[in-house]
Nanobody, 125 residues
């Protein structure tokens, strides 16, 4: 089992920045593929970003490319999502997800068996 705890959400004005954190425990962090997803009210959950277990590759949704950066810190067993130039349409609950298997489809939420509880991000116009 992997336990994931997100933090760092909040209210920010459009154009501002936030940094989300996700602390993982229960499995060797260095073996986990980590992803961030989000769900806005009335909408389906969507992929935001992912980083492979060895940080060799990162993946982003087109809607956040160039504004968001995913990174991981092995020493802190944590993954981060730096969000810059935030827009009102980025408002959502953001979830951290993890999987131990290599070669998954990183953009598909159903591939990840482990999820955090979510953290609210609200961007005002």
């Amino acid at each position: 089992q992997v336990q994931l705890v997100e933090s760092g959400g909040g209210l920010v004005q459009a154009g501002g920045s936030l940094r989300l954190s996700c602390a993982a425990s229960g499995r060797p962090f260095s073996r986990l593929t980590m992803g961030w997803f989000r769900q806005a009210p009335g909408k389906e959950r969507e992929f935001v970003a992912a980083v492979t277990w060895n940080s060799a590759s990162t993946y982003y949704a087109d809607s956040v490319k160039g504004r968001f950066t995913i990174s991981r810190d092995i020493a802190r067993n944590s993954v981060y999502l730096q969000m810059n130039s935030l827009k009102p349409q980025d408002t959502a609950v953001y979830y951290c997800a993890a999987d131990e298997r290599p070669g998954i489809n990183y953009r598909t939420g159903a591939e990840y068996p482990y999820w955090g509880q979510g953290t609210q991000v609200t961007v005002s116009s």
